[in-house]
């Protein structure tokens, strides 16, 4: 069974740094792309960015580029996102989830989503 | 960028309505959309891909068409477990998704 797994909900001050972790169990984590969507608080979903855990092969929607980095490590079948200094405005549920193959196109729709992480960034 | 636009942005529908949810791109995305459908405090669900091919498991009442900049999703017979809010999502380039649309009860 594919599970998409997040770390647990976060509570940060501003400019403190947070990695938040998606676990992924039951399919071969190297061969599809993982990417990340935030969703603030009663809004829509936006895409972050992506990697492919194969080769740690990453792209950033020009929204976020800078802003947070993503990463993954294929030894323990985990992706990351993380910031360095988090804002208030950060505060939002993220997910991770898992772009579906073998659909014609580079890019493709998302076919498992993690359960989402709630970061909460609040003096 | 490829920028995603749904209409309406809220619809109240009665049980057993058709409803029927647009979604138009800034520019060509062949057939590279999908429609999810998310729940309050859930994950989004996939519903279809390719704009109109469904995804294994989900009800036959949902359909979707068009290519190009101009899609929709159509709920045929709208059931209890369909009140939620609809995304569209464009992979030609990247990811861009829709705003959403709030299907609610009427």
């Known amino acids: 069974e594919v599970q998409l797994v997040q770390s647990g909900a976060e509570v940060k001050k501003p400019g403190e740094s947070l990695k938040i972790s998606c676990k992924g169990s039951g399919y071969s984590f190297t061969t599809y792309w993982i990417g990340w969507v935030r969703q603030m608080p009663g809004k829509g979903l936006e895409w972050m960015g992506i990697?492919?855990?194969?080769?740690?092969?990453?792209r950033y929607s020009p929204s976020f580029q800078g802003q947070v980095t993503i990463s993954a490590d294929k030894s323990i079948t985990t992706a990351y996102l993380q910031w360095s200094s988090l804002k208030a405005s950060d505060t939002a549920i993220y997910y991770c989830?898992?772009?579906?193959?073998?659909?014609?196109?580079?890019?493709?729709?998302?076919?498992?989503w993690g359960q989402g992480t709630l970061v909460t960034v609040s003096s | 960028d490829i920028q995603m636009t749904q209409s309406p942005s809220t619809l109240s529908a009665s049980v057993g309505d058709r409803v029927t949810i647009t979604c138009r791109a800034s520019?060509?995305?062949?057939?590279?959309l999908a429609w999810y459908q998310q729940k309050p405090g859930k994950a989004p669900k996939l519903l279809i891909y390719?704009?109109?091919n469904l995804e294994g498991g989900v009800p036959s009442r949902f359909s979707g068409s068009g290519s190009g900049t101009e899609f929709t999703l159509t709920i045929s017979s709208l059931q209890p477990d369909d009140f939620a809010t609809y995304y569209c999502?464009?992979?030609?380039?990247?990811?861009?998704f829709g705003q959403g649309t709030k299907v609610e009860i009427k």
């Open positions: 989830a898992r772009q579906a193959k073998g659909g014609g196109n580079y890019y493709d729709a998302v076919d498992y």
């Open positions: 390719k704009a109109s």
């Open positions: 520019q060509s995305i062949s057939s590279w």
């Open positions: 990697i492919y855990p194969g080769d740690s092969d990453t």
């Open positions: 999502q464009q992979y030609d380039t990247y990811w861009t």
